[in-house]
């Protein structure tokens, strides 16, 4: 059964920098591709940032471009995901996500994957 547990989330003031981890159990980590989600109350749950299975290629949502890096180990089964420069617009619950299909880039979209963590708790005071 495929875990998918974050951690590192918590409240940090406009401006500030926050990173979030991920760590997979459960299938090969090292075959798939890696995302990160975010959904804030009221709100649908919005791509933020992915990486592929061998961690050469990354997308960002534009929201977030310049100012969040995920990166993978995958001898620790993890990926993270730095937050710099966070703006109160940030505030959301971040769910780490498991990629779909192995031994590609990763995506965009929810149907890329089929893994979730249950979440973090990300809030940003202005």
């Known amino acids: 059964q495929v875990q998918l547990v974050e951690s590192g989330g918590g409240l940090v003031q406009a401006g500030g920098s926050l990173r979030l981890s991920c760590v997979a159990s459960g299938r090969p980590f090292n075959k798939y591709p890696m995302g990160w989600f975010r959904q804030a109350p009221g709100k649908e749950r919005d791509f933020v940032s992915a990486?592929?299975?061998?961690?050469?290629?990354?997308y960002y949502a534009d929201s977030v471009k310049g100012r969040f890096i995920i990166t993978r180990d995958n001898s620790k089964n993890t990926v993270y995901l730095q937050m710099n420069s966070l703006k109160p617009e940030d505030t959301a619950v971040y769910h780490c996500a498991g990629g779909r299909r192995p031994f590609s880039s990763g995506g965009s979209s929810l149907n890329d994957f089929d893994y979730w963590g249950q979440g973090t708790q990300v809030t940003v005071s202005s």
């Open positions: 990486i592929g299975w061998n961690g050469d290629s990354t």
